[in-house]
């Protein structure tokens, strides 16, 4: 008689899922060097630049209240101001203060205000980008190393017709761009129709 053995039934077994180590070192590194990069880029670029907001409305109608402005911290490092540039500076009176205004005088020169019209060394200034002419009179003499600087807004400024001249020291960096708000967002225009009164200067 024959029997029949019954067979044994092979089951599969899988594999055991092996999982590999996460390489925690390799993860550390990678945001140690991340935060050292994020930070010499911080560095670096407030080595070269400044973003300051306009506060007030002393630089009307060039620049409005609350708008944010690009400072170039390196452009008078190896130059110097030039009549018309807007500059950022620490103010004198106050040093925790900064200012923002715009170059009239530069060292040796002479600045009068008459009868609403800016004068340098008895030039007059075509100055197209002020709120109204000042309402104000004076003389000033620009002394080596110092700046003579208003605002736009030349009838709500403190400037250096109110308390006097700017040590050249002072300045942190010419104003470059609106970059807020958006809609803002433009190029500053230095000089305007003041280069037209600064080559006749040149002239004499």
Known sequence: METTQPETETQYQPEPVVEQPTNWKRFFLDILETIILAVVLFFGINAVSARVRVDGFSMRPTLQDGE???????????????????VVFIFPVNPQEDLIKRVIGLPGESVSIHNGVVSVNGVPLTEPYIASPPAYDGDWVVQDGQLFVLGDNRNDSRDSHQWGLLPIENVIGR???????????QVINHNGEAVAGQEALSAQ
């Open 68 to 86: 944010y402005i690009l400072v170039n911290k390196l452009a008078y490092k190896t130059g110097q101001p030039a009549r018309g540039d807007i």
């Open 175 to 185: 104003a470059i761009l609106i970059y807020w708000p958006p809609e803002e967002w």
